[in-house]
Each structure stands twice: as C-alpha cells, then as structure tokens.
C-alpha cells in the first residue's frame, strides 16, 4: 500500500525553528518528485516547496523562499522540510504529497498526500 | 504567478443534481490542471489530472474538461457522498498555485 506518514509538527514561538518529516512506503520513493501543501485553518491549500526525485532541484512559494529548506533522504524514504524564522501566518497543516509520472512525463497534480501534520506559531 | 480563480465559491445542489465548477487561470497552462476534493479534517483527494483524466478509483461521475485557461469540473449526479470542497491546481509552472475552492452544500 502506497502510503506517506507526516510527523515532527508542534507548538513554537514566533522566530522559532521546527523540522517536520514525511515517511514514504509502498513505491519507489526515488523516483518521484515529493511536495509540500500546507492549510492554515479554516482557510484553502497553499502550495509550499517541491523538490525533484533526485533531490538535485527544489522550488519554493515566495511566502517561505529563505526561511524552508526542503530536502530528502532516499536511502531512508523520508522527506522533509525545515522551517526557521517561523511567524503566526505559517500555522497550518503540512501535507506532504507524491507526484505522478504519466506517459513517463512528471505530473505536478498529486494523487497521495499524508494525513498532514499541525504547526502551531505562537507565543 | 498564475492565479486560479474558481467559481462559484460556494454552490446549494440536491442529490441528483448536475453540478459543474469552473477555474479560470490567469495565463494559458496548457492542460496542466488537477481538481481535488477535500472533506472536513481529512487530506485532499485527487480527482481529476492533466485536464481531463479520472483518477484511478474515482467515480465516473466525476469529468475534468478545458484547456488553457478555462476548466470545468462536472458531477453529473450528485451523490450524499459529494458535498465537501473542491480545489483545482495549476502544474504547469513554478509557483504551483490552487484556487480558493469551491463548497459544495446540500440543499
């Protein structure tokens, strides 16, 4: 069974550092480009970072670019994504989420995402 | 950035009804376009990728139309199982952007 597992989120004070994992089983993790959408509450799905099955390319939204680093570990099957200088308006859910590959093209839509994990900012 | 604008933002439709969601991108994507559909406290699903292809599992009465700019999202008949909220994306380039989403409620 395809699954992607969150874990790492918490309570931080603003200015704060935390790191939040995604633990892939199921497919071959490698091949894959992985992303991050995060849901602050109550509000809709904003898209946060991506990064290459490879992990040679990342991509950022403009609203974390500086401050999140994503990165992978294919050895251990685990995405993450380290959040420093973290304010009040990155509190929200963070899903991470598989690609696809179609026609042996990459797809950016994403059709496995983990139960997400909740990062609280505030102090 | 491209922004994607859906409309309308929230719709009242009955079980049986023909319901259709349409997302307008603010420059041409091609057919780089998803739809998700997300429940309260649970992750998105995706439905629709590339436009117009179903999503393996996915209920046929779920169809994805459109190209360029404008896309469509139809449920040709609504079941107690579909009032939730809907999203579409763009994939086409960096910054990958959703749009605001649409609630689908029972009437």
């Known amino acids: 069974e395809v699954q992607l597992v969150e874990s790492g989120g918490g309570s931080v004070q603003p200015g704060g550092a935390l790191r939040v994992s995604c633990a892939a089983s199921g497919f071959t993790f490698s091949s894959y480009a992985m992303t991050w959408v995060r849901q602050a509450p109550g509000r809709g799905l904003e898209w946060v970072s991506a990064i290459t099955g490879s992990g040679d390319s990342t991509y950022y939204a403009d609203s974390v670019k500086g401050r999140f680093t994503i990165s992978r570990d294919n050895s251990k099957n685990t995405l993450y994504l380290q959040m420093n200088s973290l304010r009040a308006e990155d509190t929200a859910v963070y899903y991470c989420?598989?690609?696809?590959?179609?026609?042996?093209?990459?797809?950016?839509?994403?059709?496995?995402w983990g139960q997400g994990t909740m990062v609280t900012v505030s102090s | 950035d491209i922004q994607m604008t859906q409309s309308p933002s929230s719709v009242s439709a009955s079980v049986g009804d023909r319901v259709t969601i349409t997302c307008r991108a603010s420059?041409?994507?091609?057919?780089?376009l998803a739809w998700y559909q997300q429940k309260p406290g649970k992750a998105p699903q995706l439905l629709i990728y590339?436009?117009?292809s179903l999503q393996s599992g996915v209920p046929s009465r779920f169809s994805g139309s459109g190209s360029g700019t404008d896309f469509t999202l139809t449920i040709s008949s609504l079941q107690p199982e579909d009032f939730a909220t809907y999203y579409c994306q763009q994939g086409n380039i960096f910054p990958i952007t959703f749009g605001q989403g649409t609630r689908l409620e029972m009437k």
């Open positions: 590339t436009a117009s």
């Open positions: 989420a598989k690609t696809m590959i179609v026609n042996r093209q990459w797809v950016y839509a994403f059709e496995i």
């Open positions: 420059q041409g994507i091609t057919r780089w």
